[in-house]
């Protein structure tokens, strides 16, 4: 009986090992670069959405704009001023736990 388990977990592991697993591979689509220009980056498309949502509310104003796509731009908007919200919060509680640290 043992020897049938044993021959299991052999072909398991066999099974296993030629499955290309997702999320295990390089990615090229990430951004190359120290931490600071990928802040950068994540501000300026920050500052972009929100100023894409302000652009097509004026236009809805004048009726240039559809209102779907209006919507769809200020809620994005919001998702992404929540988003930075969250991380400005994280750095600072962060930051407050390193200066509590005894040296």
């Not at 299991?8 to 090229?28: C, F, H, M, S, W």
């Not at 949502?53 to 009726?63: G, H, P, R, V, Y």
């Not at 779907?68 to 962060?94: F, G, I, S």
């Amino acid at each position: 009986m043992s020897l049938k388990a044993m021959d299991a977990a052999t072909a398991y592991a066999k099974a296993v090992a030629n499955i290309k697993q997702p999320g295990l591979e390089a990615r090229d689509g990430l951004p190359k670069g120290n931490f600071a220009s990928l802040v950068q980056e994540a501000v300026e498309g920050a500052a972009e959405s929100l100023q894409t949502s302000e652009k097509l509310t004026m236009k809805a104003m004048t009726k240039e704009a559809d209102l779907l796509d209006v919507v769809t731009a200020v809620t994005n908007a919001e998702m992404t001023l929540q988003t930075v919200v969250a991380v400005r919060d994280r750095v600072v509680q962060a930051y407050q736990d390193i200066i509590k640290m005894p040296i």
